[in-house]
């Protein structure tokens, strides 16, 4: 059974920092790419950064800058660390896992950034 269990969301105040993380198991993990979605209220879920099994790591437009994605192999485990938190990045957020046409998706966690 492949699960994707993400943790990490919090409610913070604008400028603060959090480290989102997602555990994946029943999945061999290191022939994934995996990446972090977002969907806040009324808007459609949207990438905000992606990290290929070369490393190759890309973001959104608004979160350059500012978020990071990484992966620790060992642990099955992608993080999101999020910095300089905006109100904008209110939303909950997702892992995905994705190899060729096989998708995974988590639960999500919510962020909720005040201002």
């Known amino acids: 059974q492949v699960q994707l269990v993400e943790s990490g969301g919090a409610l913070v105040q604008a400028g603060g920092s959090l480290r989102l993380s997602c555990v994946a198991s029943?999945?061999?993990?290191?022939?994934?790419?995996m990446d972090w979605y977002r969907q806040a209220p009324g808007k459609q879920r949207e990438l905000v950064a992606t990290?290929?099994?070369?490393?190759?790591?890309n973001y959104a437009d608004s979160v350059k800058g500012r978020f990071t994605i990484s992966v620790d192999n060992a642990k099955n485990t992608v993080f999101l660390q999020m910095n300089r938190l905006e109100p904008e990045d209110t939303a909950v957020y997702y892992c995905h896992a994705l190899l060729r046409y096989t998708h995974y998706w988590g639960q999500g966690t919510q962020v909720t950034v005040s201002s």
């Open positions: 990290i290929t099994r070369g490393d190759s790591t």
């Open positions: 029943g999945i061999i993990f290191n022939l994934y790419s």
